[in-house]
Nanobody, 124 residues
């Protein structure tokens, strides 16, 4: 079992930055690939970024490549999402998720555990 809790969301102007954190509890955190997803009102939950259990492989949605960076610290049971050059279209609830499958999955249905989400609002 893995419990996840996101933090770091908030209101930021376009062009600004935010760093999201996801704290995990559970003894096997280091064995899970981790992903960040986002869901805007009335839309599906979309893949944003993923990182493998070792932290040496990442994957990004085209819409965030070059702006967002995912990282993890297995010693701290944490995964992060650094978001730069934010745009109004990045506004959504952001979720972190854990997955045991290989390789890094982009489908939400593949992930086994989810946090409650943190709101990110980017004003124009």
């Amino acid at each position: 079992q893995v419990q996840l809790a996101e933090s770091g969301g908030g209101l930021v102007q376009a062009g600004g930055s935010l760093r999201l954190s996801c704290a995990a509890s559970g003894r096997t955190f280091s064995g899970y690939n981790m992903g960040w997803f986002r869901q805007a009102p009335g839309k599906e939950r979309d893949f944003v970024a993923g990182i493998n259990w070792r932290g040496d492989s990442t994957r990004y949605a085209d819409s965030v490549k070059g702006r967002f960076t995912i990282s993890r610290d297995n010693a701290k049971n944490a995964v992060y999402l650094q978001m730069n050059s934010l745009k109004p279209e990045d506004t959504a609830v952001y979720y972190c998720a854990a997955d045991l499958s290989v390789p890094i999955a982009t489908l939400a249905a593949r992930y086994d555990y989810w946090g409650q989400g943190t709101q990110v609002t980017v004003s124009s």
